[in-house]
Structure formats: C-alpha cells, structure tokens
C-alpha cells in the first residue's frame, strides 16, 4: 500500500501556540522536539494540549525521550517509561526519539564504541517493551567513525552537516559520499540500513552559520535532497533546524517549495526489502526483479475464523471478528498451508494482507491489531489465550475505512513443515471493533513472503594429475562463494569451490618411505663410523699413541 511522504522539522518550540499551524503551513506533516514534552517539570495538561494542537492542525509530533541532555546514554527513569506509555496511543503522536548524536560521546572520550552499542540497545528494549509499535528513530551526524552502533533503531535521521561557507555544489557531495562509506573499503553504510529494513529520513542542512547566507542555503536544500532521492530512493525529508527556517524568508520559501512538490506524493515501499517507488508500477517491476522466490497463500476457511474471550468458536462466517470489549473481546485466526516451501529455503521477509470489510455501528475504529504466531492446528477454544510460539512479531493498522485491503508490517515466522498459522488480536483500545474477510468469503486473508534457497555444499573427489594426491573439492550452491582451488601438494590448479583437502597423497607416502629407508641407512653408517672410530682409538691405545 502507499505511504505519505514523511516531512519533518526537527527542533520546534512546542509551548509556542502557533507552532502547529506553522508547521503545517511550512508543508511538514511531523514535528520533532527535544526534553521540553519529557521534562519531569511539564505537566500532563501540558503534554495533552500540545497533543491536541497537533493533531487539530493535522501534524504529528516526535518528542524526546527524556528531558536529559544528549550526553546521557543510560536507561530512562520511570516517569520516563511512564510517560510514554501515556501518550504512545495518542494519534497524534508519530513516535519517539530514543538519542541525539550520540556519536558525539565517542569523540569527547565519554563512551566506546562498543558500549554505545549497548546503551542503544538497551534504551531500544526499554521504549519497545512498552511501545512496539511506533517507530524509535535517532538523529545523528554521519561520521565513518559511528557507523556501527545504528542498529537498534526504527528510523535514522542522518544531519548533513556538509554545507559549511564557501563549499561547492561537487564538494557537499564529495563530504556526503564520504561519510556514508561510499568508495570506503567499509562500503555503505547508509545502505546498509536500508537493507535492514530501517526507514531513513535525512536532515537537509537549513540553518545558518556565521559566513552563510540564506540565498546560498536554499540552493542547498534542493541540491541535498536530490542527491539523497537518487542514491538511494528515500523521498523523505527532515530540515534543521524549526527557528531558522522561520527566521529567514529565502529558506522558508525553498522548504515550502519542496514541500508542496512532495505534499501530494505517495511513496511505494516494498514490502520485502522497504525500498521505496513513486508507482505501483514500480514496486511491481522491483519485486519481479529483486525478489523473484515471492508467493501468495491464501487463508484455509475451514481452518480460520475468530473465538470469543467466552469460549465461543466460529470458523465459518464470510468474515472473522476481531473486537477489544470486556467480556466481549473476540480474537481472528488465519492459517496457511506453507508446506511447499523447500527446507532450506530463507524466509527473507514475509506480512499479511487483509480486507477491512467494514467497523460494527456504534464502536470505534482503527485501532493497532498484533499479530501472534500460533500453530494452533484446528481452531480450538483454548487458543484464545494459548501461549503462541512468538509473540507479536508484526502489527496491522486497519484505518477507519471500509472496504479496503491493508497490509501488516513484516515478520519472519514461517512454518516450511506444515501451515504457518497466526493470531489477530487488539491488546489495546477501547471498544474496537472490526470485520476481517475470512477465507469462507470473498475476500481471504493474504500470506505474501519472500524466500530464496538457502547456501547449500556438495563435495567431489578427485585426483591430482600432477601429483596423484587423492583430494576432496567442497563447493557452494552459490557460485559467487566459490574460487579457484590448487591442490595444497603440488599447487597445480585443481578447480572452483570453497575448499580443498587432502585424503591421501601417493607421492607423498612414497617420498616418506623413502627417508624412512634412508633414514635407517643413516643410522647403518653412524653405526659403522661408531665402530670404525672404536677400533682406531683401540689401535692409539695400543701403539700408545
């Protein structure tokens, strides 16, 4: 399905009552804050008006975790914890920022590389057990030198601090090149990122320095975003700094301009890899080309269907309930039989696809549904709340429209030996309730995944015709895995694979029992010289010599 085009600016004042309005006349639809919305010293009527602001302007906000300053890396305080698991249902709320360059502490000396992983890491599990699903981003400079902590993240907005007074067009793009390890023996890794799944949303640099003037950074911005949209597809943006962009004109007309450019544009992500298309088209060709091993099942309506919390089984209704209610909460089961999928296969990605056939009258909508994998074989009362092989392992988004498809976010839990099953639950909101297409109807539920064989070796024996040595040639299903081998004895070029060894070695044996007999005749003649010199130092004695 389409995303909008996430447009950020980072740094706003959220205690300025004009500040949504702004925002959204600048053309952003997110607006970032530091400590002021965590500050233990803000008050919750103070955090709800800001939220409401927002949302009555049709803006998102992404605050700041704690109100610390960025050289804090440790844990978070329980008013930290507990304040964002009071606002992460608001829907005005976009997601959090777990840390703010906090490469920055590896240059002062104050944290290791290594242990900044770990930090990061560990602030990730902390928001995530009470937040899963909004996304955790950082923003940071781009610096070879912290590349590797970026891991435990949902979304990564890099600074591009590349503009500095007097730098020419190839020069910003000779720095941004650089940092992200392109031409580097490291290699990419902004795309590195990528690949994992993560969503990466770059600051264009738009503040003024000493030196710098307006006119000169507006020509920047565009020249950024370019060069960002064609290296690696991402049509997201972010701008640096809130009260510079308003401050001068000139900047504030090119971000809107931009904006209004990307303000009616979708973005196509793929589902399996999350590059991102400007057309269906696009994304189709993409997965023809990139994701070749991809397949569709199709939900078993004898097998699918919903249970009420009050033990209740329904597996043959053109749709499946899934409601939070107390007392009348209903859960939705969907299972697929996978068992074509070869066993070595990898399962590179995989989601659900959905029919919102429509909410019942008088409840909410929307809503979070999590999706449990469960095999539950044939749908019992007890699977309710069976403990599922892995808990909420993606999430699915249902809107508040009727009558559209809608997809879950990806996961890896596929079952190769028999039906891939899962669980469709909301854990929580308050009187949600929606209809689900069933595989009894018109409309059943979609396994779409992604999967490509596996690295397998197969082994041959052969024989050197050098040196006779009898050799054991390991080679990869994967040809690229394979080089070219030289039989270890002789050196002469024996064929490709991944190894070589030697099982036995003719010339070799016939060569050890060769100093094996020369050996013993070495030993024969230093007996014989012991015996000659005896008898000498016996004919000495003798002539009193």
């Known amino acids: ?38 500050s233990h010293d803000t008050l919750d009527t103070q955090r709800d008006l800001v939220l409401s602001r927002c949302q009555a302007h049709g803006i998102k906000l992404m605050p700041y975790v704690t109100y610390r300053s960025a050289k804090y890396t440790g844990l978070l305080e329980s008013q930290d914890i507990g304040n964002i698991q009071t606002y992460s249902s608001h829907p005005a709320l976009f997601g959090w920022q777990l840390f ?82 392109i031409g580097t023996e490291r290699g990419n890794w902004i795309l590195d990122l990528i690949n994992k799944g993560k969503i990466i949303i770059p600051t264009l640099q738009a503040y003024i320095r000493s030196g710098e003037d307006p006119e000169y950074l507006r020509g920047k911005i565009a020249l950024q975003y370019n060069w960002w949209k064609d290296t690696y597809k991402s049509p997201h943006v972010s701008y640096f700094v809130y009260s510079h962009i308003l401050a001068y004109p000139v900047i504030y007309d090119g971000v809107k301009e931009l904006n209004e450019e990307l303000a009616g544009a979708l973005v196509y992500p793929c589902p399996y890899c999350r590059a991102t298309f400007s057309s269906q088209e696009e994304l189709d060709a993409h997965i023809a080309s990139e994701h070749p091993g991809v397949a569709v099942y199709y939900s078993e309506g004898e097998r699918d269907g919903y249970v009420h919390e009050t033990g209740a089984v329904n597996t043959d209704e053109p749709t499946m309930r899934v ?76 809107g508040t429209s009727d009558g559209v498809w809608v997809n879950s976010s990806n996961f890896t839990q596929v079952n190769k030996a028999g039906r891939s099953q899962y669980r469709l639950q909301y854990d929580a909101g308050e009187d949600i309730s929606v209809y689900l297409g069933s595989g009894n109807g018109s409309h059943a539920p979609e396994l779409h995944l992604a999967w490509h064989i596996g690295e397998e070796f197969t082994t041959e024996d052969i024989t050197c015709s050098t040196c006779e040595s009898n050799l054991r040639i390991t080679r990869s299903s994967i040809v690229e895995n394979n080089r070219s081998l030289n039989c270890p004895i002789c050196g002469k070029y024996v064929g490709e694979g991944t190894k070589v060894e030697v099982l036995s070695a003719p010339l070799i ?24 010199r005896t008898q000498i130092d016996a004919i000495k004695k003798d002539l009193g010599l």
């Not at 016939?510 to 100093?515: F, G, H, K, S």
């Not at 007999?517 to 007996?527: C, G, M, N, Q, T």
């Open 1 to 38: 399905m389409p995303e909008e085009i996430y447009r950020i600016v980072l740094g706003v004042d959220i205690w300025d009552e004009e500040m949504p309005r702004k925002v959204k006349e600048m053309g952003c639809n997110i607006a970032h804050c530091f400590g002021a919305f965590a």
């Open 323 to 398: 409601k939070i209610y107390p007392g009348y909460t209903r859960r939705g089961f969907v299972s697929f039989d996978t068992s074509d999928i070869p066993d070595n296969a990898v399962i590179d990605a995989a989601y659900l696809r959905v029919y919102v056939d429509h909410f019942e009258a008088g409840k909410n909508k929307g809503g979070t549904i999590n999706v449990n994998y469960l095999l539950y074989g044939t749908l019992e009362v007890g699977d309710y709340d069976r403990t599922p092989q892995a808990a909420n392992i993606a999430t699915i988004k249902p």
């Open 509 to 532: 044996d016939r060569l050890r029992e060769q100093i094996r007999a020369l050996d013993a005749k070495v030993v024969e003649i230093e007996k014989a010289i012991i015996a000659v």
């Open 100 to 181: 703010e360059e906090p490469g920055n502490e590896i240059d002062r000396g104050n944290i290791t590389p290594a242990n900044l992983k770990q930090a990061i890491q560990a602030r990730y599990n902390q928001v995530k057990a009470v937040c899963p699903n909004l996304p955790l981003g950082i923003t940071s400079c781009i610096n070879l030198a912290w590349r590797d902590p970026y891991d435990a993240l949902d979304i990564f907005l890099p600074n591009n601090y590349c503009c500095n007074p007097g730098k020419t067009d190839a020069q910003t793009i000779e720095t941004l090149e650089h940092w992200h390890g």
